[in-house]
């Protein structure tokens, strides 16, 4: 099993708490026009038992207020790694922060027997499917006018095998 923490890129990776959550949803109110809400990611923290939580804490004394810049929730369900949600701090992107924290989840997803992983993502989130693309999933279908606030297509990803 992998390890519940990691260090990768002057980050501290570590499951999240209920400690987190003020700061988890400020973050994700900045990065999505539909957020999730304190009851979806108290549901993911306390009562889903395909879900994990983790958040990015810079290591080193950079600490950002509210100690961690980032979050990923993902599902492992059988041999299926689902990622849910992934959101750094709008001051912290283009880091490498959301990379780091989408390979330790996969990574955990691995450990636990997942072989492969599945994602959607808004068609204008242009950095996020560079990430997806550049970490080796490929587009598979496209679920047209799936997220609302704005209307948009959503587009389906997969990996396979997982790394």
Partial sequence: MVADTSQAGGLLIERATAQDLDRI?????????VPWTRKM????????PFGHMYVARPSGGHEQEGGFIGYVC?????????????????SARRRGFGRALLRHAMAQGRA???????????ASNAAALRLYAQEGFQQGAVRMRYYA???EDAVLMELEPLP
């Fill in 25 to 33: 949803l400020r973050i994700e109110q900045e990065s999505f026009s």
């Fill in 41 to 48: 990611f108290e549901v993911e923290l306390n009562q889903n």
């Fill in 74 to 90: 993902f599902w492992v369900v059988f041999e299926e790694f689902r990622l849910m949600t992934l959101a750094v701090e709008p």
């Fill in 112 to 122: 636990q027997g997942a072989t492969r992983a599945l994602l959607e993502v808004r």
């Fill in 149 to 151: 606030n704005p209307v």
